[in-house]
């Protein structure tokens, strides 16, 4: 399987607190994004970084890009009761738009 | 902007019967759809994409016979799982491409087969 591995699997802190998520992949890719998605919810884009990228800010995230070790960490800076979800990293490779998704951390922010 | 719609949210049908999901991109043209499977606490797995107006591309293992994809237009693709089990208990989720890096979700269809 191609499919990126994410860790850790699961993450609990309480509100307040950084969490940090971990994504390696396996092939060289063009881009790497962070989807968020809530219990038997559909996906939410969170950030986007290609490959020629180190680091990129969204808000309250930061998302780091090391291709060399082909990995990629999110970082969910202030965490809130709502930012509860999984979160999945996908990446893409030239010339071909299909998503290759990581297998999730679960994370649970303890108000 | 860019919202992708699914219809049904939900379905529970009876072994044997074929169901029908629909994928909408409601406010843009979507020239290339796709379709992933999601079992509980799992990962999604791309099971096809749909290009409008020709035949979809299917992955290594999906059942073309039995996942029917259809791509009738830049707004419009349906996945039908024919002769449906218990197996294909799944929760769906397509996807539309706006750009070449950006595809974008819909709520997603949970299918409960009995």
């Known amino acids: 399987s191609q499919q990126g591995e994410e860790d850790p699997q699961a993450l609990s802190i309480q509100e307040g607190e950084n969490a940090t998520m971990n994504c390696s992949y396996k092939?060289?890719?063009?881009?790497l994004q962070w989807y968020r998605q809530n219990s038997g919810r559909g996906l939410v884009h969170l950030i986007l970084?290609?490959?020629?990228?180190r680091e990129k800010h969204s808000g309250r995230l930061r998302v780091t890009l090391d291709t060399s070790k082909k990995s990629s960490s999110l970082l969910i800076t202030a965490s809130r009761a709502a930012d509860t979800a999984s979160y999945f990293c996908?990446?893409?490779?030239?010339?071909?738009?299909?998503?290759?998704f990581g297998t999730g951390t679960r994370l649970t922010i303890i108000p | 902007g860019a919202v992708v719609s699914q219809h049904p949210s939900w379905v529970i049908c009876k072994s044997g019967t074929s169901v029908k999901i629909e994928c909408r991109s409601l406010?843009?043209?979507?020239?290339?759809m796709f379709w992933y499977r999601q079992f509980p606490k799992q990962s999604l797995m791309l099971m096809a994409t749909?290009?409008?107006?020709?035949?979809?591309?299917?992955e290594q293992g999906v059942e073309k016979d039995k996942f029917l994809i259809n791509h009738a237009s830049l707004t419009l693709s349906t996945l039908t799982v024919t002769s449906a089990h218990p197996e294909d208990s799944s929760f769906y989720i397509c996807?539309?491409?706006?750009?070449?890096?950006?595809?974008?979700f819909g709520p997603g269809t949970r299918l409960t087969v009995l």
């Open positions: 996807s539309a491409s706006l750009a070449t890096d950006t595809q974008y």
């Open positions: 996908a990446t893409d490779v030239f010339g071909n738009e299909k998503l290759t």
């Open positions: 406010d843009f043209q979507a020239t290339t």
């Open positions: 749909s290009n409008e107006g020709s035949k979809a591309t299917y």
């Open positions: 092939t060289s890719i063009n881009n």
């Open positions: 970084i290609r490959s020629n990228e």
